[in-house]
Nanobody
Framework: QVQLSESGGGLVQTGDSLRLSCAAS????????MAWFRQAPGKEREFVAA????????TYAEKVKDRFTISIDNAKNTMYLQMNSLKPEDTALYYC????????????????????WGQGTQVTVSP
C-alpha cells in the first residue's frame, strides 16, 4: 500500500505564490508517474500537472502551464507543485496521486490512471 500526504496549502491573495508538497511512503513504492489534480466546490476533479519519476518529463494543464511548476525529488520520495501568480479560480482542494510504471513517453493526465491518492490540501485564493 502506498500512502500519499499533501501539505503546503493555505489562504493567499491574488498574485501570491504557494508550494505544495506530496510525501510518498509505503511498501514497495515504485510509481511511474505522480500528478496533481484539483477539485473546486461544485466542479469535477481536473488534472493540473504530472511528472514521470524516471526522467522528470512533465505535462501541464493549459490553464496553469505558465504559472505552475511540478518537480520531484526521488531521493526524498517527495513531489512539489510551485504555484505562482495565483488567481481566485485556482481555489480548490489539491490532491496528489501516483500511477504505476508504464512505457509512455509522457505522464498520464487521466485520473483513472492513478491508483493512489492523498487526502488533499486546500488552496484558497482571495480576490
Amino acid at each position: 500500500q502506498v500512502q500519499l500526504s499533501e501539505s503546503g496549502g493555505g489562504l493567499v491573495q491574488t498574485g501570491d505564490s504557494l508550494r505544495l508538497s506530496c510525501a510518498a511512503s509505503g511498501r514497495a513504492f515504485s510509481s511511474g508517474a505522480m500528478a496533481w489534480f484539483r477539485q473546486a466546490p461544485g466542479k469535477e476533479r481536473e488534472f493540473v500537472a504530472a511528472v514521470k519519476r524516471r526522467d522528470g518529463t512533465t505535462t501541464y494543464a493549459e490553464k496553469v502551464k505558465d504559472r505552475f511548476t511540478i518537480s520531484i525529488d526521488n531521493a526524498k520520495n517527495t513531489m512539489y507543485l510551485q504555484m505562482n501568480s495565483l488567481k481566485p479560480e485556482d481555489t480548490a482542494l489539491y490532491y496528489c496521486a501516483a500511477a504505476p510504471p508504464d512505457y509512455a513517453l509522457r505522464p498520464p493526465t487521466a485520473a483513472t490512471r492513478y491508483f493512489f491518492w492523498g487526502q488533499g490540501t486546500q488552496v484558497t485564493v482571495s480576490p
